[in-house]
């Protein structure tokens, strides 16, 4: 009888107790991406040079979309990085285009000249590209393969050789199980 | 005739137009509205804990915005809602669906609510039960004698277990009564039980064995005396002290579990929970989240460093922000401080960094803006930058004496003209200015020391006039992550708050760790100019750094 009991009291507190375990483990700003492996929503993108740059256009090579903005400090990390990743790759059928959000034009550029950004970038002016997938962090990149499908995420600063070969398996539409977390701050 | 059809249809243009106005007017407010409905129930992505409408974050605007052009474009709310979901996941919702595995979440409650019900009539019931029991079986005096007056001893008669038959089987159940009696008082002796619990019990036990002894009375008297008796084992003291250890390991599992549970409670409450470094940080479980997590030490330096701040002791402050940023390297105030410092000792670049830092995490944060439009407005002379953060900082300031300060900055703001004049960070633009006004050279490392370079490290070059033999520089310049070899300029666009870049300068170079120009860190880089002082105009003033800090 009081085995049964000790067992019948287990048993209910037992899962309360895993349930609060399982809350304490979670990181409730965190926004899992719905995104992986679905189409990338086509896009026209207002290049600062002038020019518009549309995803449609780019089927055929593996795409790499980093969400930035000039005041974001892992932007700034992730900057030589992400020139270092692009000279690497330019010469292959791979393209990167950056997006800056929430920046003024003038801030934006002087980042890139900074940094001596070379691959296209242009300003989201209305945050409709930076919803569309699902930004909620800056930065924030995706990988795109040649079908136009979202092989991976990836949410904070990254790092050069990541890049390289998220790229690659973009490449062979690779779809990747679940996305990357660099450190990450807060859109304003 | 011609003309009453005219009139009639001018009329009736007339009157349509002035429905469709009316229609324009009345649908401007039911469009806010209905925004507002949908942003209500959306989650704002950015603050989290506010929904899209009440959210004053630029994302939640934008997000306004794409729900209202949506709901131009003749989406249907459900529509609209559907579209954030596919981008965010039902997280998005504030108001989870009722259907699916979200209904769950509006199911569950109830259910429990229900189990619980059920659990509290059901122990209720079994109390009413009991009582009824006692009450309803009221035991005749002579089988309470009769069993009262049962010889309790050690050794009791038991029947035949093999006996299948009614007698047999009420023989037992009265031996049995008495073994339960018996512990009950041994229990009860050895203060296990208390004496409300005590009586209760006994009095259930005695009624049961009243029944047992008074339908054995109704037996007849030949079938009492008949089943064979055999003397019971004895109950001897290993059989209750067995009992007594076995409650004692009741009460050290018991206990063992809920000081396990409070210390498991403990540790996680006190992980999980920590000040909120701003309004804006919306993170309270840091556990296993990778956040960092506040104490009572941060507090206590940051009191320190504003207390050190406010008496101008800057090295002070310096050391207590300094050790606020290594727990919380993002702690907006500490940041804002250490931009103010950096005002005061006159570097205007660092300044500006520290503030960006400090709105990079709190983007509201009101020091921090005031900071930066201040240092924008009068080192910069970035008018139109400056404007742009001074109201951001009167969106966010209650009307009072701030605000009037603010709206007064705002108002010696030139309306036009000024040009941006941030620093030249980057060796191309450099080279675009003249020569003529300005030092020029190389900056090397020693290498033997090219394993001691920092891949994060920041290069400053530091100009300070010669006949000052120290103090504040009077030209810096930064570099991040440098490669070296790496030319460099310096000129009048990296003097600090419009000193005139002519004279006699000694240059210096330092591949500082921290990135942070105000302070040394152990791992530092340094090296001079061996030819120092130089003129304005010089060229090749090449500087290797070949000095570790220790």
Redesign the interface.
Known sequence: MPVRRVVITLLIIGPLLALLAYGFTRDSHYIVSPLLAKPATPFTLKLFDGRDLSLADLRGKAVFLNFWASWCVPCREEARELEAAWQKIKDKNMIFVGVAVQDTDQNALEFLKEFNISYPNGKDETAKIAVDYGTWGIPESFFIDPQGRITYKHVGGIRAALVVSKLEEAAKSIVSAQEGKGDYSAVK | MKLTRARRVLALFLLLGSIVHRLDAASAPDLEDQTRAIATELRC??C?NLSVADSP???AQ??R??VREQLQAGKSPDQIKDF??????E??LLKPRTTGFSALLWILPYVVLGLGVIAALWVIQRWVRKKQVISDRPMQPAISQQLSGEPFADEFPQPDLDDDSPKARLLRERVRLQHELADLDFDFQAGKLSESDYVTLKQEIETKAATVLQEISSLPSDAIAKPALKPAPARTRPQQATAAQ?QLW?II?GGTFLLL?GL?LGV?LT??ARPRGSE?D????D????TTSGSAEVRAALDEGRQAFEKQEFPKAIEAFKKVLATEP?NPEAHSYMGFILVQAGHGDGALMAF??A???A?NFPMALWGKGMVLYQDKKDYA?AR?IFQRLLNLVPPGEERNEVVKVLAEIPASGGT?S?PA??E??ATVSSSSGQIGGKITIDPKLNANIDP?AALFIIARPAASGGGPPLAVKKI??PTFPIDYTLSQDNAMMGMPFTGKINITARLDKDGNPVTRTPGDISGDYKKNPVEVGAKNVDVTLDQVAR
């Open positions: 992505v950015v989290q974050s630029e994302m934008q997000m915005a794409i954030f979901v596919s981008k965010y996941g997280w998005v076995f009741k599992a549970f498991a996680m992980k999980a804006n919306t993170i309270t479980g556990f296993l989240t990778g993002n960006d830092k709105l990079s995490q983007p930058g742009e941006p941030r960070v980057t191309k633009s994060n991040d992550r």
